[in-house]
């Protein structure tokens, strides 16, 4: 029963907020039910007693109330006037009152203070017109009703106003929610599309052109056949190695985060430089690496960026110029790292300097990620060019550039 009973509030404000006609309708029914209520009792001394003419003009003001929501000051006016012709018949002014009353609530509630302030004064100026006994009476209670319903009326409306503000509000947060929500979708969709692309354009490069060497040479060199399926092999675990890390990245909860972090290697950075380009000298392609300022280490996500910078322009010489020479150039200043790698374009006629693919495309989203900068395209010298600008974070410099500094 309990459970029962306070269903029917929200039953309540579901109808009224989805019919307000229907509300409005079913209020003026009740006050006019309150009227005929007290009309219904003995009338004071002098007073007409109800007729036909008071049912008719009773139901009439009740009438009135249901624009109240639409025109409240209009249906107030109208009211104090019906109701003004009623006192003046002779009827008992007491069984329409509650009607005006309501009707001087809603102007206070749906109209500005100047405009509740007009229709108090209105309200109080008829019920002292209907205060025939005491003169002083009807003004103290034509003064204090009207201010009081005035004032919960003023205040309803705006606890509303404030009410729809804050819904308003709500749903706009609301919405920005869902906005951000998509936006982090789809920045990691384009993460993990990038480091997917990273990962399987090199591997898949090198593996592509060590098969061809071992399927050219099958019969007539057997060694730097097994040589180059060799490379072929332990290229395509080192791309299954990093495609597993990625998944379980994907995989693992936060719960469980702390079991399976520790099953694969972390993400690669330039501590694993060295086997990179290994693996690209032993695709065929003849790579110098030369470093200058003074290594210093990088925060892990700059170090990938970096990385991923060098083996993209590596996998790119490797598709377009399997038979240049490259050069890796890490020049580490005060507040900088700048990466450069370079091909001298032997072999490389189809390559094109305009046209971006997915790699350069993904090489600049890590840089700008970053706060740093990329360009990429044609040599004045000859051959193609990726170069890598990455500020390098004033704590880390700070702490690093002087190991033998005395931290006492």
Request: hydrophobic share 45%; glycine share 10%; with cysteine.
């Amino acid at each position: 029963m309990i459970a029962q009973a306070a269903v029917w509030p929200g039953c309540l404000r579901r109808i009224v907020g989805r019919h307000p006609l229907l509300a409005d309708g079913l209020l003026a029914t009740a006050t006019v039910a309150v009227g005929l209520v007290l009309a219904s009792q003995q009338p004071p001394a002098g007073i007409r007693p109800m007729d036909l003419p008071g049912y008719a003009l009773t139901c009439l003001l009740g009438a009135l109330l249901v624009a109240r929501q639409r025109a409240p000051m209009a249906v107030l006016v109208l009211y104090c006037a019906v109701w003004v012709g009623y006192i003046a018949l002779g009827y008992w002014p007491v069984v329409n009152s509650p009607g005006m009353l309501l009707a001087l609530y809603t102007v206070a509630a749906k109209r500005r203070a100047r405009t509740a302030v007009t229709a108090a004064v209105i309200a109080a100026t008829v019920w002292v017109y209907a205060g025939t006994d005491s003169l002083l009476i009807a003004v103290v209670q034509g003064v204090a009703w009207t201010a009081v319903i005035a004032w919960f009326g003023r205040g309803a409306g705006q606890l509303a106003a404030s009410n729809q503000r804050l819904a308003r509000v709500a749903r706009q947060l609301e919405y920005e929610q869902e906005q951000r929500a998509r936006r982090a979708v789809v920045e990691e969709r384009v993460r993990i599309a990038r480091e997917l692309h990273d990962v399987v354009a090199h591997h898949m490069s090198v593996i592509s052109v060590q098969a061809g060497l071992a399927r050219y040479v099958l019969t007539t060199d057997p060694q730097t056949a097994r040589t180059a399926l060799g490379t072929v092999l332990e290229t395509s675990g080192e791309a299954l190695d990093e495609l597993r890390r990625l998944l379980s990245l994907l995989r693992v909860n936060a719960d469980d985060a702390g079991e399976e972090s520790g099953s694969y290697a972390p993400a690669p950075g330039l501590d694993q430089l060295d086997e990179l380009i290994q693996r690209v000298r032993a695709a065929g392609v003849r790579v110098e690496v030369t470093t200058s300022g003074g290594t210093r280490p990088l925060p892990p996500g700059a170090d990938l960026c970096v990385y991923r910078v060098i083996q993209e322009g590596l996998t790119n010489v490797l598709k377009h110029a399997p038979t240049a020479a490259a050069t890796v150039a890490l020049q580490y200043s005060r507040d900088r790292l700048t990466a450069r790698v370079r091909d001298d374009g032997r072999a490389g006629a189809g390559r094109s300097g305009t046209s971006e693919g997915h790699g350069l495309v993904g090489m600049r989203e890590r840089a700008h990620l970053y706060g740093g900068t990329l360009t990429a395209g044609p040599h004045p010298e000859g051959g193609f060019e990726v170069v890598l600008s990455l500020p390098i974070p004033a704590m880390v410099e700070d702490e690093d550039a002087d190991p033998g500094r005395d931290l006492t």
